[in-house]
């Protein structure tokens, strides 16, 4: 699958957000029974930084799909 990307800003009141740092999570890590729970490394923390950030991902079942409808435009119902 996919991986997942995470940015990390800061807020202040007033001024631009700055970015603290990146991180990135692999689709074979995560995407399996019991998904992932751990540190990443933040990149692009600033020069020596050793910055990390705990995240939890769980991989959910899709949705069952609707099923579809037994009538259609212009049908008639016999109601009893």
């Given at each position: 699958?996919?991986?997942?990307?995470?940015?990390?800003?800061?807020?202040?009141?007033?001024?631009?957000?700055?970015m603290l740092g990146?991180?990135?999570?692999?689709?074979?890590?995560?995407?399996?029974?019991?998904?992932?729970?751990?540190?990443?490394?933040?990149?692009?923390?600033?020069?020596?930084?050793?910055?990390?950030?705990?995240?939890?991902?769980?991989?959910?079942?899709?949705?069952?799909?609707?099923?579809?409808?037994?009538?259609?435009p212009g049908c008639?119902?016999?109601?009893?």
């Open positions: 699958g996919d991986a997942l990307s995470f940015k990390i800003f800061d807020w202040d009141r007033g001024s631009a957000a700055d990146r991180a990135e999570l692999a689709g074979r890590v995560f995407d399996r029974e019991g998904g992932f729970e751990g540190d990443l490394r933040l990149l692009e923390a600033g020069k020596g930084s050793k910055a990390f950030i705990r995240v939890r991902v769980e991989v959910l079942a899709p949705e069952p799909s609707p099923s579809p409808p037994v009538s259609s008639v119902l016999k109601v009893s």
